[in-house]
């Protein structure tokens, strides 16, 4: 069973401490309180997955803390308990937005079989999230796997590093796969049982990141028509994925900067310090430490998320990966598609093993996907790759007036593309895989 964060509001002491020893016997973490007031003052410090809520509370009413508290956080579970059930007040309850609920007096099996029943749900929505997510980004890109020695490495750093609380800075080219490597370190982790939030920095305004990022309460500026809980609390006990993290609004790096040095943060309109259990993974296309030298990025903030860095290689650096790739979009795309395609042809696999994918796997996988939807037959020809990809036909031929390294470049490149490893390569060239490597560096391939 996961553990859950459970907040017990209840007036009467030996309820609050039975309760509290109850649950926190099978593992949970658990906050009592005996008024709405220090509830919702717990309920903003904390990130609760579940409450057990008395609906008397001496003069007060616990059931106009339901709707309050799931306005602070729309995911928690709320079990009321009374000593007065009724039908007409289990009925509110529940239109209020309470899960269940408990008649006093209760025993302690009760109180586990409710907290093992919510962890449970709660269990299959952060599941039930992750496929629907999974559904909407589903390719075989996803998917981590190389011939490349260089690649190989970063992977294996990757599984390293994913047991840990580390903060890990993922660096590279945009369509390297980046976000895959994101993916798979929650998913090797521990918190892999729980969210993933995935923020794509600049994809959302500067003005509104703050309030995506850390939330905002009702009426904290124009439009906030009701709270908003945030990506950090909507991600507790898991993973917060920054991709492109270099094009943060200075503002935001200094909030960043304090959640990860004290895992405390404001939501916009509040005053209150919430804190927030939460991994960091951020990526980023540009070098930071030019923006850092440029005042454009803050150097403490850097040197916090630069704890583990790993360098995802771009594709033209990986040429033993490009067909294998190649096939597997061919393959993908060719299901959702309805087409029986076998392949490229001869001069298809060539264009692709020629081009240095600028756009990386990206770039690789549209290509293949529009060569899917406009090729007629079962192969692929050059005609139906894009101009970008099959640009007129330059390269050097034999006899050509060019220099004998045009030449050599263009056969290495074809040999790489057409060869299973860098050994079955060195082979077919007739030279071991230092010169073959150096062959390499020196034509960027």
């Known amino acids: 069973?996961?553990?859950?964060?459970?907040?017990?509001?209840?007036?009467?002491?030996?309820?609050?401490?039975?309760?509290?020893?109850?649950?926190?016997?099978?593992?949970?973490?658990?906050?009592?309180v005996s008024n709405p007031a220090d509830a919702m003052e717990e309920s903003r410090r904390l990130v609760f997955d579940m409450a057990f809520l008395d609906l008397k509370l001496g003069e007060e009413s616990g059931m106009d803390l339901i709707p309050a508290l799931l306005a602070d956080s729309p995911w928690i579970k709320i079990v009321v308990i009374t000593a007065f059930a009724s039908i007409e007040s289990v009925v509110e309850a529940m239109r209020r937005g309470a899960t269940d609920y408990l008649s006093k007096p209760f025993s302690p099996d009760q109180v586990k079989l409710a907290a093992g029943r919510i962890a449970r749900i709660r269990e299959l929505e952060i599941q039930i999230a992750a496929l629907k997510e999974n559904m909407q980004r589903l390719g075989p890109e996803d998917r981590l796997q190389s011939a490349n020695?260089?690649?190989?490495?970063?992977?294996?750093?990757?599984?390293?590093?994913?047991?840990?609380?580390?903060?890990?800075?993922?660096?590279?080219?945009?369509?390297?796969?980046?976000?895959?490597?994101?993916?798979?370190?929650?998913?090797?982790?521990?918190?892999?049982?729980?969210?993933?939030?995935?923020?794509?920095c600049p994809a959302i305004p500067s003005e509104l990141l703050e309030s995506e990022l850390f939330g905002h309460a009702k009426g904290a500026f124009t439009g906030a028509m009701r709270d908003n809980p945030g990506r950090i609390a909507a991600c507790e006990g898991g993973t917060l994925f920054l991709d492109e993290v270099g094009d943060l609004a200075p503002g935001v790096q200094a909030k960043l900067l304090r959640f990860i040095q004290d895992k405390e943060y404001e939501r916009l309109g509040e005053s209150a310090s919430r804190?927030?259990?939460?991994?960091?993974?951020a990526a980023t296309n540009v070098d930071l430490q030019k923006r850092v030298a440029e005042g454009r990025f803050r150097e403490d903030l850097f040197y916090r998320l630069n704890v583990i860095s790993l360098t995802v290689p771009p594709l033209r650096s990986r040429p033993e990966d490009i067909l294998p790739l190649a096939m597997d979009f061919l393959a993908y795309f060719g299901r959702a598609n309805r087409k029986r395609i076998l392949g490229f042809t001869d001069e298809a696999q060539l264009a692709l093993a020629s081009h240095p994918w600028p756009g990386n796997v990206r770039e690789l996988r549209n290509a293949v996907e529009r060569g899917v939807i406009l090729s007629c037959g079962e192969m692929i020809g050059r005609a139906d790759l894009p101009d970008s990809v099959v640009p007129a036909d330059t390269a050097p031929k034999i006899g050509d007036p060019v220099p004998l390294a045009a030449i050599e470049e263009l056969h290495i490149r074809r040999v790489l593309a057409a060869s299973a490893s860098l050994q079955a390569a060195a082979d077919?060239?007739?030279?071991?895989?230092?010169?073959?490597?150096?062959?390499?560096?020196a034509y960027g391939i």
């Open 149 to 200: 020695v260089g690649m190989q490495r970063v992977m294996e750093l990757a599984r390293k590093a994913a047991p840990s609380d580390a903060i890990v800075l993922l660096q590279g080219e945009s369509g390297t796969g980046k976000t895959v490597f994101a993916r798979a370190i929650h998913a090797w982790s521990s918190r892999a049982a729980k969210p993933m939030a995935v923020v794509a």
């Open 275 to 281: 804190k927030a259990d939460v991994r960091i993974i």
């Open 428 to 441: 077919a060239l007739g030279i071991d895989q230092a010169t073959l490597w150096r062959r390499r560096k």
């Open 1 to 32: 069973m996961d553990i859950l964060k459970i907040l017990i509001v209840d007036d009467e002491t030996n309820i609050r401490k039975t309760l509290a020893y109850c649950l926190a016997a099978e593992g949970h973490t658990v906050v009592a």
